[in-house]
């Protein structure tokens, strides 16, 4: 898996004229790794995630996936958003496997696979019950078991825990390295949540606000098995400082796009 951004630009047409979102953006994630993009409010995160899940058309750039270039959405992207989506009336298992329903996956395999994805999640006993009877972090867990069962090459994720509480986001977190331990899953993960982006990713892409723009890439070198208790140590305090001062660096700075400052 091989994903590429390349010069990608995005602007919106407003009443106050265009607001741009995304500016020359270059990217890439490979096979297997854990990227996340960080950046403060306004920096088109969102813009970045909806553009490669196709779910909008870049005004400048490109972006491929295996050099395929992305046209729209597709079954090799699996997509997670903030907030719960999933279909309040059918139940976990229903909705992990609605996807593949529309994909014609016939019924004994999506079976299988329901229960394969319900398990690596840690759902299994769920799989009759409705979403609301699960708590916010277990619907997550729901969403990315959807998400996963399409079996894509990559999994894009926009800020999928900032809506859960402190307790249970640091637990999803765990989770979720657990998870693309086990599956080497290729994961490009959005969040303002620096903490969050130095604990998961093997690189880390800071971008600035109005306009987004990549300012700088960072390695992040820690095991990939990584516990609770690197957050504690120096070394991971080095690292999300030096992101914090690049995101501190930009305030007090004019916005550039057609939005009047302050
Ligand atoms: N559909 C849209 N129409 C107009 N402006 C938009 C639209 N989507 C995003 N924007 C603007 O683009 C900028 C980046 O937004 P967004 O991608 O949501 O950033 P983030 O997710 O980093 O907070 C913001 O200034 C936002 O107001
Ligand atoms: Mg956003």
Redesign the pocket.
Known sequence: MHLEVVGLSKS???RRGP?L?LDGVNLHVESGEFVCVV??????????LRLIAGLEQPSRGSISVDGEPVIGPGADRGVVFQSYTLYPWMTVAENVGFGLKLQGVKRQEREARVDYFLEIVGLERFAKALPKQLSGGMQQRVAIARALAAQPKILLM?EPFGALDVQTKETMQEFLLDLWQRTRTSILM?T?DVEEAVFLAQRIYV?T??P?RVKREIRVDFPSRRDYSLKRTSSFQEVKDEILALLREQKGIPLS?A?PAG
């Open positions: 919106f047409p407003t607001i979102a950046g403060a409010s306004g920096s088109g995160k969102t813009t970045l926009d959005i303002h971008f606000s109005h987004g796009d939005a």
